[in-house]
């Protein structure tokens, strides 16, 4: 009888297991899958693009904000109101 149980309780552990490691085998063959990579590829370059363009842009208003800084400190105006250079010949 003891053997039985024995026999049974292995039985049951084996296909807890097995079952176990057929579904993360395949969930990993799935996110293996090219399809799959290749979304996950161009969802990172989406964000790394929207990042790289947030960035820009507020590299751009720092350099826009210095500019300013820069000729307010040394009486400098702005290049609007400079002349228009003349051409030497």
Do not use: K, N
């Amino acid at each position: 009888m003891r053997s039985v149980f024995a026999l049974a309780l292995g039985l049951g552990a084996g296909v807890l297991v097995g079952g176990y490691v057929i579904r993360r085998v395949d969930r990993a063959t799935r996110a293996a899958h090219p399809v799959a990579v290749a979304d996950r590829a161009g969802r990172a370059a989406g964000s790394l693009t929207a990042r790289l363009a947030t960035a820009a842009e507020a590299g751009r208003v720092a350099a826009a904000d210095r500019e300013a800084q820069l000729r307010r400190a040394y009486d400098v105006p702005p290049l609007s109101e400079l002349p228009a250079p003349t051409a030497h010949r």
